[in-house]
């Protein structure tokens, strides 16, 4: 049985180019000191002691942001290379965390959260481009997993970290996110200055043959779709630790060690699964993997121990596994060469449109109705996503 396990991950990690490696290491960086976002409403309800709801408002404005960082990402990405723009986001990115820490006018925090987010989400795009242009279209959905593999290692070293440094002081937390963008913008630097990003599978077609996204109806509806997806996760940053604070009685670095779970789960488990399904049905999968994730949300409620805590975040990250790195794979191959960019694009922009709605939705929604129906709520809304991912893999198989 080991040596099978074993096999499975050697056959998971064989064939991916070198490059993939390398864009991982760069996100395995940045995303070890990744913490500002996972303790933002923490920091601002317990330490300048706004509330949940201006919290919540504070938050979708680094949504907005995030809208116009996904599109502009996209787009520079085709104009003038991604290395370029991941390259300079995480540049602009440190020093946006820097000013964070050291205001604390409303309208201040505010103004620099939206300009920290456009530069920010500038860099998914560009960065999910660039993974679809080093792998050849049979190995991208491992790709993106193994992207996925690096963020969530980031994850789990950084968040399990930011719990005890905000034990000391919040304000280390920006700078200690600020240091890994810049480590992480250096080794872009001098690993890919010298290197063009060609594409693998050489499809190219014309400019006149290229379809719009905008005018691709199947992938306008699965957009949706991960909207509503994206409504229920971006509650991870907004709602769901206040809740675990407040009713799990749970301190930050036990928070923080939450989230290491689901990267550590992420990390071991996903790439040698997502290579074990990449021949089946993709939105099946999805389906399957979203009943998973919303009801790893949905039964919060039913208990308030720290090792159901556990449990539920064991569930929703077995779900959220079976749907992300998929997604991506899906997306990156239903478009073309020349404007992979704007598809990869309003993918990121999408879940930054859900970074708008979710907080403020969240928030109001665990002040003013409660904040246990605010959980069940996310599980019903799983419940709809299933059936529509279900409905869209019918539509699918008969184009």
């Known amino acids: 049985m080991f040596n099978q396990?074993?096999?499975?991950?050697?056959?998971?990690?064989?064939?991916?180019?070198k490059m993939a490696w390398l864009l991982s290491l760069a996100i395995l960086i940045n995303r070890s000191g990744s913490v500002v976002l996972f303790f933002l409403v923490l920091y601002l309800t317990s330490q300048l002691d706004y509330s949940v709801s201006d919290a919540g408002r504070?938050?979708?404005?680094?949504?907005?942001?995030?809208?116009?960082?996904?599109?502009?990402?996209?787009?520079?990405?085709?104009?003038?290379?991604?290395?370029r723009v991941m390259i300079i986001s995480?540049?602009?990115?440190?020093?946006?965390?820097?000013?964070?820490?050291?205001?604390?006018?409303?309208?201040?925090?505010?103004?620099?959260?939206?300009?920290?987010a456009i530069v920010a989400e500038a860099f998914r795009p560009a960065n999910n481009t660039s993974m679809a242009l080093v792998c050849s279209p049979e190995n991208r959905a491992r790709g993106f997993a193994l992207n996925r593999m690096a963020v969530n290692l980031g994850v789990t070293i950084g968040p399990a970290i930011g719990g005890f440094i905000a034990l000391l002081s919040y304000s280390l937390l920006f700078w200690f996110d600020a240091i890994t963008c810049l480590a992480a913008a250096l080794f872009l630097f001098l690993?890919?200055?010298?290197?063009?990003?060609?594409?693998?599978?050489?499809?190219?077609?014309?400019?006149s043959q290229l379809k719009s996204p905008?005018?691709?109806?199947?992938?306008?509806?699965?957009?949706?779709?991960?909207?509503?997806?994206?409504?229920?996760?971006?509650?991870?940053?907004?709602?769901?630790?206040?809740?675990?604070?407040s009713f799990y009685n749970l301190i930050e670095n036990q928070i923080g060690i939450l989230f290491a779970i689901n990267g550590i789960m992420i990390v071991s488990m996903e790439l040698p699964l997502i290579h074990t399904l990449e021949r089946k049905s993709t939105l099946k999968i999805m389906a399957v993997g979203t009943v998973l994730f919303a009801a790893g949300f949905g039964i919060l409620p039913l208990s308030t121990t720290y090792w159901f805590a556990v449990i539920t975040v064991i569930i929703?990250?077995?779900?959220?596994?079976?749907?992300?790195?998929?997604?991506?794979?899906?997306?990156?191959?239903?478009?073309?060469?020349?404007?992979r960019?704007?598809?990869?694009?309003?993918?990121?922009?999408?879940?930054?449109?859900?970074?708008?709605?979710?907080?403020?939705?969240?928030?109001?929604?665990?002040?003013?109705?409660?904040?246990?129906?605010?959980?069940?709520?996310?599980?019903?809304?799983?419940?709809?996503?299933?059936?529509?991912?279900?409905?869209?893999?019918?539509?699918?198989?008969?184009?």
């Open 5 to 17: 396990i074993f096999f499975k991950y050697v056959a998971a990690y064989k064939g991916l180019p």
């Open 58 to 83: 504070m938050l979708s404005v680094y949504g907005l942001g995030s809208l116009a960082g996904s599109y502009l990402g996209g787009w520079l990405s085709d104009k003038i290379g991604v290395a």
């Open 90 to 116: 995480l540049i602009l990115s440190a020093i946006g965390y820097i000013v964070l820490c050291y205001i604390s006018d409303p309208w201040v925090i505010t103004l620099v959260l939206f300009f920290v």
């Open 191 to 207: 690993i890919f200055r010298n290197i063009e990003f060609t594409n693998v599978s050489k499809d190219k077609v014309n400019s």
């Open 214 to 245: 905008l005018k691709d109806g199947f992938y306008l509806i699965l957009l949706f779709i991960l909207f509503l997806t994206g409504i229920i996760f971006v509650q991870l940053m907004n709602t769901w630790p206040i809740y675990l604070k």
């Open 316 to 339: 929703w990250t077995l779900g959220e596994m079976l749907i992300f790195p998929l997604v991506a794979g899906l997306i990156a191959n239903r478009a073309s060469d020349d404007n």
């Open 341 to 399: 960019g704007q598809y990869m694009g309003l993918f990121s922009f999408t879940f930054s449109l859900a970074f708008v709605f979710g907080p403020v939705l969240g928030s109001w929604i665990y002040d003013n109705i409660g904040p246990h129906q605010l959980w069940i709520g996310s599980g019903v809304l799983g419940i709809l996503i299933t059936i529509g991912l279900l409905i869209l893999e019918k539509f699918q198989s008969k184009q």
